[in-house]
């Protein structure tokens, strides 16, 4: 997965701080991961699917950084 940095730069997680994503994986699949309440947002056809209700705690160690 490389989403477009522009849109990266515009892209904020919906929880109440508004932090910056950064782009992981998640049991394999592309996520994207707050840098402030640690959710992973899943990315599905290269669409963010930027919802709370389907967003998953992102473990510290898991996935690797694109």
Not at 9 to 25: Q, S, V
Not at 29 to 42: E, I, K
Request: with cysteine; aromatic share 4%.
């Amino acid at each position: 997965m490389s989403l477009d940095p522009l849109l990266l730069e515009i892209l904020a997680c919906p929880c109440p701080e508004h932090a910056a994503l950064r782009e992981e994986t998640l049991d394999g699949a592309p996520v994207l991961v707050c840098a402030s309440c640690g959710l992973a947002f899943p990315v599905r056809d290269d669409i963010p699917v930027m919802l709370l209700d389907e967003a998953k705690p992102f473990p510290a160690a898991a996935g690797s950084s694109s």
